[in-house]
């Protein structure tokens, strides 16, 4: 197990930029107040402590504030952050023996879902996650997360097998969107997903499904149809990406634009909450899941652990049947 | 998704006159107003009337148009037979969508422009005297995009066909998931392929029949599930639009890319069907897979 770390890169969301120049000064402070780090040495009448708690109080202050009116384009960015924690943070955070899974038997081994054993808290799981990759050589391998028909089809091989030998399936969503590309239709990118949606349902096995940061459309579903479906506080799940749904309905993506298709798509934990189309929200830490991997991590972990729990109790034809029932009462309509 | 261009006015296209060369052909007109058309596909002047009574398909080049859904279940079922159900689900705007329209409005505009409530039509019928239950997408509504009411008449078709032991036929055409409706959409793509896994379980048929354009979240769900699967020459069938996915891989997409051949050559598709005879190809396929 690792200890998650905290982002240390020098990325800054716009929003947050009057939270940076406070950073800045009680980073000053600190350094004054270190007489390792200190230039001038330290000077005994002045309480440098009480300035940098003082300093934190605001800090804390102003980061709840920002948080606590986050517009829906702003949610997407924190879904975006490059210190964000990705599927196999968490993986290497809280499951144990994490034995990975490669291929799908047919064409290849798709580096943007990533599938493998092993245990969280008491149970033996199937653990599927989207893989956006961390690096620049890594993010390309992966696609950036957009995976292809194989990755589909790796996953659902690696659900077959957890149903056929009774392990239950944690699923961590984070994709802007199934690959667009020439190979992803030659191979078959709408029937790999489709053929996920209908084998998923009836699988025979819980199934809890987790979007960590971006659940866009099709692509996010391929490995999200579930018994229990929640959200990350600041995650996003919605049938196409603020900026898709801009060019087409706006005719073109610019910032104001994807703002305001953010916006109008309800694209966020609460409102998806709302609208029924997901179970549950897993609050993040203050100002997001990057600032806190760790709690994040664990905060995770506990979810899974009590889901699976809970879910573990059903008989398993009552499960599959719940989960009809539950895939088929959503959608808003008149008669 | 695409809007039908405005139908020019009989004066910059005379009646029965010479080709006007002078003027660009309109390109992407599929039937217009008048007794004339021009075949977007060959150009060619055709007969209105002779089109219709060829099924809309372009007598000289086979282009086949698209088509209204009432026009597609006469040409399907025994005349007569069809029983339209469930017509009364109309759309609600949960969310409150407005982009550079409010849904709201739109949705009004669009049942007033086709006479009904939403993009897909279902109902019980006869194929050739094998009983069935059919339902067709209409582009005419919203580029036929699935919001909750296509997502639910599509998984009431397949719960009676279930039920009753009758093959589904659904015969698509869609630019995908309807955005206004947002993950309400999304998860319509769940709910039908969830439905399918019943029918399936319980032995029932599914013919999906593919036709212009097919793409998007109804190709990446019930579409792409039929236990058959047909589609009309030359359809776009795909997942991501061509454009988006010209965007994303910078380079000149392959000949024929995402059309009805091109799918049944890298093996997603049984058959391409002409649709003059689709209706026997789904009779017959009935008697070797129905019950």
Redesign the interface.
Same mark, same amino acid.
Do not use: H
């Given at each position: 197990m690792t200890q998650l770390n905290e982002y240390t890169g020098n990325f800054e969301l716009e929003f947050e930029r009057p939270l940076t120049a406070l950073e800045r000064q009680i980073d000053e402070l600190e350094a004054q107040s270190d007489p390792n780090r200190s230039a001038t040495g330290l000077d005994p009448n002045v309480d440098l402590g009480s300035e940098i708690r003082k300093l934190r109080q605001s800090h804390t202050a102003m980061l709840k504030k920002i948080y606590k009116g986050l517009a829906p384009g702003n949610t997407v960015k924190v879904a975006r952050h490059p210190g964000r924690p990705q599927a196999m943070d968490y993986i290497h955070a809280f499951v144990k023996d994490f034995t990975e899974l490669h291929g799908d038997r047919q064409f290849g081994d798709d580096h943007a879902i990533r599938c493998g054993f092993g245990r969280i808290g008491p149970h033996k799981v199937l653990v599927v996650g989207h893989h956006k990759g961390k690096d620049t050589a890594d993010k390309i391998k992966a696609n950036f997360g957009c995976a292809h028909p194989e990755g589909y089809r790796k996953a659902l091989r690696c659900m077959k097998l957890a149903e056929k030998f009774g392990l239950p399936v944690v699923t961590l969503v984070d994709t802007p969107g199934?690959?667009?590309?020439?190979g992803?239709?030659?191979?078959?990118?709408?029937?790999a997903?489709?053929?996920n949606?209908?084998?998923m349902?009836?699988l025979k096995t819980p199934i809890v499904s987790v979007v960590i940061g971006e659940g866009g459309?099709?692509g996010a &579903?391929?490995i999200g149809?579930a018994d229990k479906l929640a959200m990350l506080e600041y995650a996003w799940?919605?049938?196409?990406s603020p900026e898709?749904?801009a060019a087409?309905?706006?005719?073109q993506a610019t910032p104001q634009t994807n703002a305001?298709?953010a916006e109008?798509?309800?694209?966020t934990a609460r409102d998806?909450l709302k609208?029924g189309?997901i179970d549950d929200i897993i609050d993040e830490p203050l100002g997001g899941a990057h600032r806190r991997p760790s709690m994040m991590a664990d905060r995770l972990e506990q979810y899974l652990v009590q889901a699976l729990r809970d879910l573990k109790r059903f008989k398993i034809e009552n499960l599959v049947n719940k989960?009809?029932n539950r &895939?088929?009462s959503?959608?808003?309509?008149?008669? | 998704m695409t809007d039908a261009k405005t139908t020019p006015s009989p004066a910059t296209r005379p009646i029965n006159g010479p080709a006007n060369w002078q003027t660009p052909p309109e390109k992407k007109q599929a039937v217009p107003e008048g007794l004339w058309m021009r075949c977007p596909s060959c150009e060619a002047m055709l007969y209105k009337k002779a089109v219709e009574q060829n099924l809309h398909v372009c007598p000289e080049c086979e282009h086949h148009y698209r088509i209204h859904a009432e026009d597609r279940i006469d040409q399907l079922v025994d005349p007569g037979s069809f029983e339209p159900l469930w017509e009364d689900l109309g759309p609600t705007d949960t969310l409150g969508f407005v982009d550079r329209v409010p849904y709201k409005d739109r949705i009004v505009k669009e049942q007033k422009k086709t006479g009904h409530k939403d993009a897909l039509h279902a109902g019980r019928a006869f194929i050739k005297a094998r009983g069935v239950v059919l339902a067709v997408m209409d582009t005419r509504f919203m580029m036929a995009s699935m919001g909750s009411v296509v997502g639910e008449k599509i998984t009431r078709a397949i719960e009676l066909g279930t039920k009753e032991d009758r093959p589904v036929i659904v015969v698509s055409a869609s630019g995908g998931a309807r955005m206004q409706e947002s993950s309400l959409s999304l998860a319509q793509m769940a709910k039908t392929s969830a439905a399918l896994a019943r029918l399936d379980d319980a032995g029932g048929l599914f013919i999906s029949v593919l036709t212009d354009p097919t793409t998007g979240g109804v190709t990446a769900s019930f579409a792409m599930l039929g236990d058959l699967i047909l589609a009309e020459p030359k359809a776009l069938i795909g997942f991501a639009g061509p454009r988006v996915i010209a965007n994303t891989v910078r380079q000149e997409l392959p000949d024929g890319f995402q059309r009805a051949e091109f799918l049944q050559e890298k093996g997603f598709v049984d058959r391409v069907v002409h649709r003059k005879d689709l209706r026997n190809e789904i009779a017959r396929l009935i008697d070797y897979a129905g019950k």
């Open positions: 199934a690959y667009p590309g020439i992803a239709e030659e191979r078959g990118q709408a029937e997903i489709a053929v949606l209908r084998e349902a009836r459309s099709g &579903l391929g149809v799940f919605s049938v196409i898709g749904c087409i309905l706006w005719k305001d298709a109008a798509l309800k694209l998806n609208l189309t989960r009809y &895939l088929r959503i959608g808003e309509m008149s008669e | -």
